[in-house]
């Protein structure tokens, strides 16, 4: 997992991990951010936790280069982004194809793109007068928010919300979403053939 804020979605495919016996198991967290909550819950769970940024490389080669190291030497053979607020290079990308998703706090394609995250997309949503706002799985490709649409689930905005509350409510689908979408692939019930995303029963 990829993540740089507080870790909930970490923490939400942990538990749904232990208690829905998903065959799949979290080996790395990796964060740009020292300070990131998921890299402290990773602790608390006994999961390798790496802070990896750019900035303690002499170039992105080598970042990158890092990075891929440490996916492979934890044996790493999928990538979920949970809040993580850097764009996946593309050797990575190219190297884990169709191998990485992310969720997303809105329903893609809208509100998507670059500069796009947090609660920039909930005041964008609630700026225009949207009813109906939610949460997006999707595959990573070289393009912010764009790959293939994996799982969307949606919920009405009220007139009354504020950013912060619609944050909540798209957070509590995000919590689903995101280990229904590892659970499908980690069964083998997802495949991906020329950006299509077909999931079978």
Do not use: W
């Not at 900035?55 to 992105?60: L, R, T, Y």
């Not at 979920?80 to 809105?106: E, F, S, T």
């Not at 509350?165 to 495949?191: D, N, Q, S, Y």
């Amino acid at each position: 997992m990829f993540a740089s804020g507080r870790g909930s979605n970490f923490q939400a495919l942990t538990e749904a991990i232990s208690k829905r016996n998903i065959d799949a198991k979290i080996v790395v967290v990796i964060s740009n951010n020292s300070d990131a909550g998921a890299l402290a819950l990773a602790r608390s769970f006994h999961i390798p936790a790496l802070h990896l940024s750019q900035k303690h490389f002499p170039s992105k080669d080598a970042f990158t280069q890092a990075i891929l190291s440490a996916l492979e030497s934890h044996g790493a053979d999928f990538i979920v982004l949970a809040g993580y607020m850097k764009k996946i290079d593309p050797a990575v990308v190219l190297r884990y194809r169709n191998r990485i998703i992310n969720v997303h706090p809105a329903l893609l394609p809208a509100f998507g793109g670059q500069g796009m995250f947090g609660h920039h997309v909930h005041e964008a949503v609630i700026a225009q007068h949207e009813s109906v706002s939610g949460a997006t799985v999707h595959i990573v490709d070289n393009d912010f928010d764009h790959g293939s649409i994996v799982l969307q689930e949606s919920i009405p905005v009220d007139p009354n919300d504020t950013p912060e509350i619609l944050a909540a409510k798209v957070l509590r689908i995000e919590h689903r979403l995101l280990p229904r979408a590892v659970e499908l692939f980690a069964c083998k019930k997802i495949t991906v053939e020329d950006g299509n995303v077909h999931i079978h029963d």
